[in-house]
């Protein structure tokens, strides 16, 4: 039994789409400090959407100087990626590559795809390397006891990067599939004959033979009393010849 | 179906104009007749349109025809003897401004059944599979089917056998049309002449394709291939993750035994996968 790859990617691809979105919702980044008395003293949360937030009221001096400063992803990023999980979950559910002409729809849906894989990729590499390294958080977990503060710090990735990661492996296969059939693939943009037929048909004097008929027709009824009728056998007869001289007949 | 409908209409036109003796609209009936279909001969044959616009004349346009093949192929699509009748009735026709008598109105109808008569081979249309079976020696759909990248070179190496090949059949057959007109050699030569202007300009490189791409044999074979793209995604990711612990050993180097195990798990992942790869898609 064989596997149908582009079905299997594409479920992967939809689970990849809901596991991206519910991510931006969910805590990106945990750092949190538990006294030797097992208080917590330092809690400090990460979501992308929603910056950096703690449980703690304002007065905390402690919880505040462990704040991370300029670790927080511009939200606007965070907005694009929403809006191009979208557009890609529509085509991806509306424009399967496989159906008659959306092969041509697809290739603007491409870019839709790859610039969605490459913002899960720009989260999974450049939030760590830009946001967290700088700051003295580490990555991806870590337990760490300070023996002067007597403090142990848990130092954690949260689901929504973890979400994050898992959404990569899931759009990568889908998204890479449909750029490579746009790219090995072309569609036939249209019928050559038809194209041709239709240039014919523009190019074509237009002859309404009848309204030439009509009009010879009431001519002649018009003038039928004062002229005498040639009789229809003779007609037929030089049209029989006109044919026969033509080699129609 | 259409010429039949057309023909019953002209019979009766043609009937009811002799009997009030209005030959000029039987003349003009003719000649826009006769131009159109000139026109689609012309077309069909892939040339430019008629300069209606610019005053070129039928007969001009016919001459034009002619002068094209007989160049490329040493054939005339139109007899001289109809060129030279209908030239003299045109220039008359236009002269008078439409004034024609029976006579020449008879002889315009009797040029436009002898071209509607002519079976022009249509140049834009597809290559047929009658002709594909007669060229069977070589393998023209050999470069179509799939993974493009590894097979460019051997594409590149078999496009100057593939040209000459064409090349030598269009002279055979251009000798054979010499001899006797035959209407099939005419269409062959024609479709071997696109094949070939295709080859030679296909740049792209890409698989045209008509129908539903479900349907496609290239595709069908292609879709075995798209089994690593999964591998491929995980081994970047892997990379992705593996290059942040890279360089968070460095940042911190007092964590570099805590992060070495990280970087196994990454970096094993990826030659894991490599295998992998190497194992199920990379013989195929």
């Known amino acids: 039994m064989s596997i149908n790859f582009k079905s299997v990617y594409k479920i992967f691809f939809v689970v990849g789409l809901v596991l991206g979105f519910a991510s931006v919702f969910l805590d990106w980044y945990y750092l949190q400090g538990i006294s030797e008395s097992g208080e917590t003293v330092v809690y400090w949360i990460y979501s992308a959407l929603f ?20 670790a927080t992803m511009p939200v606007a990023i965070v907005i694009i990626f929403i809006i191009t999980l979208f557009l890609s979950a529509y085509s991806a559910l509306f424009h399967d590559v496989e159906r008659k002409n959306n092969l041509l729809k697809l290739r603007r849906f491409n870019f839709v795809n790859l610039s969605l894989v490459t913002l899960i990729g720009f989260f999974v590499l450049i939030f760590p390397l830009f946001f967290l390294l700088p700051n003295g958080l580490y990555y991806p977990f ?18 929504g990067y973890f979400f994050q990661l898992i959404s990569f492996g899931f759009t990568f296969p889908y998204a890479l599939f449909n750029h490579s059939v746009i790219n090995t693939f072309e569609k036939e943009q249209s019928s050559v004959e038809n194209t041709i037929n239709q240039y014919i048909g523009n190019i074509r004097e237009e002859l309404d033979l009848d309204k030439l008929i009509a009009r010879e027709e009431f001519k002649l009824e018009s003038t039928s009393d004062s002229q005498s009728e040639v009789p229809k056998n003779e007609v037929e007869k030089i049209y029989e010849e006109f044919l026969t001289a033509r080699g129609r007949k | 179906m259409k010429e039949q409908l057309l023909d019953l209409k002209l019979k009766r036109l043609i009937q009811l104009c002799k009997e009030t003796k209005n030959y000029k609209k039987l003349a003009v009936v003719s000649f826009v007749l006769t131009s159109n279909t000139i026109d689609e001969i012309g077309i069909k044959l892939g040339m430019r349109p008629r300069e209606k616009n610019a005053g070129e004349k039928i007969f001009e346009y016919m001459e034009l025809v002619n002068k094209i093949f007989a160049l490329n192929f040493k054939i005339s699509v139109f007899k001289l003897k109809v060129i030279e009748i209908l030239s003299q009735i045109e220039l008359l026709f236009l002269r008078k401004q439409g004034d024609l008598g029976l006579e020449h109105v008879k002889e315009v109808f009797d040029i436009y059944y002898e071209l509607r008569k002519l079976e022009i081979p249509n140049l834009h249309e597809n290559i047929n599979s009658d002709a594909l079976n007669r060229n069977r020696s070589i393998s023209m759909f050999s470069f179509l089917s799939g993974n493009q990248n590894s097979k460019s070179k ?67 074979q292609s879709k075995e291939h798209i089994g690593q793209f999964l591998v491929f995604g995980l081994i970047i990711l892997f990379a992705m993750m593996g290059i942040v612990t890279v360089i968070e050993a460095f940042m911190f180097g007092f964590l570099s035994v805590v992060i070495s195990y990280n970087m196994l798990i990454c970096f094993g992942a990826i030659v894991v996968l490599y295998f992998i790869n190497k194992a199920y898609f990379g013989k195929r």
Request: net charge positive.
């Open chain 1, 51 to 70: 910056d950096w937030s703690t449980p703690f009221s304002k007065g905390a001096l402690f919880n505040e100087f462990y704040q991370p400063k300029n």
């Open chain 1, 142 to 159: 870590l337990l760490y006891y300070d023996y002067e503060l007597e403090v142990t710090f848990y130092f954690s990735i949260g689901p």
């Open chain 2, 154 to 220: 051997k594409e590149s190496a078999f496009k100057p056998i593939l040209l000459h090949k064409f090349r030598e059949e269009e002279k055979a057959l251009q000798i054979q049309l010499k001899k006797e007109f035959d209407k099939e050699i005419f269409e062959k030569i024609l479709h071997l002449k696109t094949i070939r202007k295709n080859i030679e300009q296909r740049s792209k490189g890409k698989i045209i394709i008509s129908g539903s791409l479900k349907d496609n044999i290239s595709y069908r």
